[in-house]
């Protein structure tokens, strides 16, 4: 019977085990494999294969029951979830219903979870900025929070590294505070955001620039994504159900598939990871706990290094429930700072405006990509009332909807010269500051389907937030204004934290283990053959969306941690 027990363990053994299949894990999983190691990944949802399980991808509109949209009785079974933009039927699929995974709100969080393999990168909007030292420096200069252990040249040769693999359109724009990438080529900004891009740099002396966006779109294929078996974008704007070419990066059709040609990952769906499993006694993690989603049987899988990548606030949910003699409260807990400081981006503000010109001039075919608006405020120097800054994505089109004519009307409306004009519209995404006042914890009674506690939510907007919402309106109205824009109209769209997807903190990187719970390399302070290089990881938000950092920070944590067990540091 003991020759029975070796042999279960082993094959419950690897050289390392990554938590999570969304964006970060998944490289973890290509970073792992490709340099040799057995690697098992853990999925708490269902397999998704690219392709093969994309149910809507080539659908049309008519072919959809409500015409895409999710009905009433949906609706109001999912009052969290049907909230956000991405809920509808072409891609509700992909995005966990509320009554299965119940949390607990002290405050306001619609927290929008994508449970399959690959997890939230078949839904991301996949815009792809680099940081720039005025974004890891930004508390080290304003003294609030604690300072990031590394700054943009520890990181540079690895955004240029993901880049290269992930695909990513954009143009060398030259600006100090949007580093330049190793870009595909751009997608092309509208007359009228042309325009807007260079009435303000008249206007405002080349200090606010307006570019194309940056996304993770291939729009010239280079050999190492035709060796991932993927293709141009297409442009059919349909990219939350799934894209069967592979024209926007996501796990699915790009990290896990590499991964898996190594013939070194084992891939675990149905995977509920219940925590980290401690020896005291060798004084470092030896694996993790896993409970089957459908049979409820718990199964323990061990490595030598493990990766906690299950997006950011269940990282802290696993860490925090991942105690013992030596962490009674969450593993690598001895700053007290698990499940604190947790950090969002505010996406509330919107200015919309109209522009009368242009009338020669229409767009044409779909665009995946819109134009974006670079931090502007306190990047160089303090110049504001608030901390930190936003920057803002918009887009310009034709106003005028021809959907209700037909024949010579609708040719006219077109193609032909109009008198209607241009509509523009822009969404601010600005830093919110992690306090210790935002957290998550777990609930001491209620438990999920799983046995694992629920967490409690404790998330808010603060007075710096709203200053900022303020100073967007009406910077951004001086700008349309002076551009000879019209009819300038602000709104707050008054959305919870969580509702736009982009939850950093609770396991920040820092220099000192009594203020941080992770170094410079996303390692445990006190358990370094634990990391977490998801959002769990981030110090602070800054205003660039974070997926890119997350896979460049992966990438540099998987080289170093490799380095560290072939030196015999990690055993």
């Not at 505070?177 to 042309?194: A, N, R, T, W, Y």
């Not at 891939?267 to 030896?286: G, R």
Request: proline share 5%; charged share 25%.
């Amino acid at each position: 019977m003991s020759h029975f027990n070796i042999d279960s363990v082993k094959k419950r053994t690897f050289d390392a085990i990554v938590v999570g299949t969304g964006i970060s894990g998944g490289w973890a999983a290509k970073e792992l494999t490709d340099k040799g190691l057995k690697t098992l990944i853990l999925e708490r949802g269902r397999d998704v294969k690219h392709i093969v399980d994309y149910p809507t991808a080539n659908m049309q509109p008519w072919e959809f029951e409500h015409r895409g949209q999710p009905s009433l009785e949906i609706r109001q079974q999912n009052p969290i979830a049907s909230k956000h933009y991405i809920f509808k039927e072409d891609a509700m699929h992909f995005v966990v219903k509320d009554a299965q995974h119940p949390y607990v709100q002290d405050k306001p969080f619609d927290w929008m979870r994508g449970y399959q393999v690959g997890g939230r990168s078949l839904l991301w909007a996949r815009q792809t900025q680099r940081w720039s030292d005025y974004d890891f420096d930004g508390p080290a200069r304003d003294g609030f929070g604690v300072d990031w252990p590394i700054r943009y040249a520890d990181i540079a040769p690895w955004y240029s590294y993901v880049e290269k693999f992930a695909g990513i359109s954009g143009n060398k724009d030259g600006l100090p505070q949007l580093p330049d990438g190793e870009f595909l080529p751009p997608h092309e900004m509208s007359c009228v955001e042309k325009h807007f891009s260079q009435q303000t740099a008249k206007n405002y002396n080349n200090t606010r620039p307006i570019i194309i966006g940056r996304a993770a779109h291939i729009t010239d294929p280079q050999p190492i994504h035709t060796e991932q078996g993927r293709a141009k974008c297409q442009h059919r704007t349909m990219c939350q159900r799934g894209c069967p070419f592979g024209g926007y990066f996501s796990t699915n059709s790009s990290t896990l598939p590499w991964a898996e040609k190594t013939g070194n990952l084992t891939l675990q769906p149905h995977a509920v990871v219940h925590s980290v499993i401690f020896d005291e006694k060798k004084n470092k993690a030896t694996g993790v706990r896993v409970v089957d989603a459908n049979t409820k049987e718990m199964t323990e899988y061990y490595a030598k290094i493990i990766f906690i990548n299950a997006s950011a606030i269940n990282s802290n949910l696993i860490l925090l429930n991942s105690t013992s003699n030596r962490f009674p409260n969450g593993l690598g807990n001895d700053s007290g700072t698990l499940g604190k400081y947790i950090g969002f981006h505010n996406y509330r503000g919107r200015v919309s405006a109209e522009y009368d010109g242009f009338h020669d001039s229409t767009t044409d075919g779909r665009r995946p990509n819109g134009s974006y608006i670079p931090r502007f405020r306190n990047v160089f120097k303090q110049e504001t009332d608030f901390l930190r800054g936003y920057a803002a994505s918009f887009s310009a089109s034709k106003m005028g909807n021809p959907i209700n004519e037909i024949g010579e009307s609708l040719k006219e409306s077109l193609f032909g010269p109009e008198t209607a004009g241009w509509s523009m519209g822009a969404q601010m995404m600005g830093e919110t500051l992690p306090k210790e006042t935002n957290f998550v914890q777990l609930d001491k009674q209620l438990k999920d389907a799983w046995g694992i506690p629920q967490l409690r939510m404790h998330v808010d907007f603060d007075d710096n937030d709203k200053k900022m919402i303020q100073d967007f309106y009406t910077e951004l109205s001086e700008m349309l204004d002076k551009a000879g824009f019209t009819n300038i109209k602000t709104s707050d769209t008054m959305r919870n934290p969580g509702s736009e997807n982009h939850e950093m903190g609770g396991v920040r990187m820092g220099k000192d283990p009594k203020t941080s719970m992770l170094n410079k390399w996303n390692q445990l302070h006190h358990v370094p053959n634990v990391l977490v290089t998801d959002g769990g990881c981030m110090t602070s938000t800054s205003t660039q969306n974070p997926s890119l950092t997350y896979m460049a920070l992966t990438a540099r944590a998987v080289d170093h941690a490799v380095g560290e067990m072939k030196k015999g540091n990690l055993k």
